[in-house]
């Protein structure tokens, strides 16, 4: 069976769905992130991606473990989380490098990375040194250092999963209730907190291992209350996005979304479990057919988040700059074709580039 098998191809389409979406949210004047999930819900693409990460995780976990075996699975994903802080420093690097080049063209943007890089003017070693321990993490960076622990507790995680989800549950739940409490304790610059507190997301990324690993939405909707949890799914996403419709563009606090709130978490729950539904009716597959490219996008997950972080902090400057920081609907729509078409183009160049690589280097040996 062909590596290409073993994928899923709504999960293919969800992640880079997901992608896309993340990178119009964080373009301020965008017009498409005016009716993306954050603004009917009070939670955003974060949750899913967070989930749908845990699911991914959990997938690739079973199959090396029926291809190979499960210390060669731990060995994989100990290897995964170097790779994803390589590629958060490579992240951090680049936020800094785009505000270094944006602020010598005169872009005043308010989304800029400028502390880190006056930081990093003043006193190079010690804010290189801040990076790469984690201490510092420059804008858009920060999901990255949370996805490493979650790669690194893969191998304690998973194997519960399998055999005792409730355990794997209980012990997330109290994790998650003492995050705030535990967020201190993160390696941080003074006066500066992690993005996300990976001892209250992990819960998401758990709820997406245990989504895989057994059976739940299958034995919960075949129950005979299964009609019961769809409805009260039903009324929390409607009470949800009749509550944001109401508050309009006011912006929650930031601690409900570092510390994961537990309205955001029952929010996203009503939202996946209709999804789930969704998935069973075959709508998401004739979906990820229909739009290949997306599937694409999320099956480049760790070359589309960087890319994305990068094309959306220049897209976002740089209108900014441009409109003063008013909305202009037309250039809001050409910002958002822009980013959109750079994402695309960086995955679809990703596969000739990876073939190019290595027979230049073949041919330069």
Known sequence: MSKSSHRLVELDFFRGLVLLIIVVDHIGGSIVSRVTLHAYALCDAAEVFVFLGGFATATAWAALCSR?????????????????????VVTALL???????????????????????????????????????????PYLAGVLPMYA????????????????PWLLLVVSLALWGVAPHLAPWLPHV????????????????????????????QRASAHRLGSLVTLAALAVVAAAAIYRLQLGNVALDSDFKRNLAWFRMLNFLGIAWL?????????????????????LVGRKGMLSFV???????????????????????????VADAV?????????????PLKRLLPSRAKASA
């Open 68 to 88: 190979h075996t499960e210390a060669a699975a731990r060995q994989r994903f100990l290897k995964r989380a170097f790779e994803i802080y390589r590629a958060f």
């Open 95 to 137: 936020m800094l490098l785009v505000t270094a080049i944006l602020v010598a063209c005169n872009v005043d943007a308010p989304n800029l990375a400028t502390t880190d890089l006056d930081d990093l003017t003043l006193a190079p070693a010690a804010a290189l040194r801040d990076i790469v321990l984690l201490r510092r993490q």
């Open 149 to 164: 622990c979650f790669a690194l507790a893969a191998p304690l995680a998973l194997p519960l999963a399998r055999t005792r």
């Open 190 to 217: 003074e006066d500066v907190q992690w993005d996300f507190n990976p001892f209250g997301w992990q819960l998401m990324f758990v709820l997406g291992v245990i989504a895989q690993a057994q059976p739940v939405f």
């Open 275 to 295: 999804t789930a539904h969704a998935i069973r009716l075959g709508w998401a597959r004739r979906l990820a057919h229909a739009l290949p490219w997306v599937g």
């Open 307 to 333: 890319a994305g972080a990068v094309i959306s902090l220049t897209v976002d400057s740089v209108l900014y700059w441009y409109t003063d920081g008013y909305l202009d609907v037309p250039l809001g729509l």
């Open 339 to 351: 980013a959109i078409s750079a994402l695309l183009i960086v995955a679809r160049a990703s596969g």
